[in-house]
């Protein structure tokens, strides 16, 4: 038995009910495909804050143990100071002498102006550089003055 033939109205009726399904189906996918994009923008955002806060999270850790560190260098040289200073001589000073090199810098402690031949200076700490040298310790005078110049 032979189907029988549908008028045109019948499959332009059925053909816009198609037409009308598969558009429907078609802004689901479209609707699906761009909350995907959103949900993949969202957690690349995500990521990328995260990254941020950790790297200002270490940022700020490293800040803290470097200035733990220079308070530990703070202390250490305290500690130094107060082990290096002549006893009984309370006309000590705790000072700094630079010269172009570590050697000068030591001279210039006890051979410089303002020493004589009863000038001392013990030696705590030196730091070389590419501007010099920088000695500091103790540097006291024996005989109670230090201002005298050297003859």
Known sequence: MAKPKKTN???????AIAQAEYEK????QRKQVEEYKRSQDEV???????KAAAEQAAADYQRQLEAHAQTVRNQQL???????????????????F??????A?????TLGAGTSTTTRFKEVTSE???????VQGWWWNLSGGGTATRQ
């Open 44 to 50: 690349a955002r995500k990521k990328q804050e995260q």
């Open 25 to 28: 189906q078609l802004a689901a």
């Open 128 to 134: 070389a550089g590419s501007n010099g040298c920088i």
């Open 105 to 109: 810098a030591r001279k210039s402690a």
């Open 78 to 96: 305290e500690y130094q100071k107060q082990l290096a200073k002549p006893v009984g001589v309370p006309n000590a000073v705790y000072r700094g």
């Open 9 to 15: 109205a019948q499959a332009d009726s059925e053909f």
């Open 98 to 103: 630079w010269a172009p090199d570590c050697d």
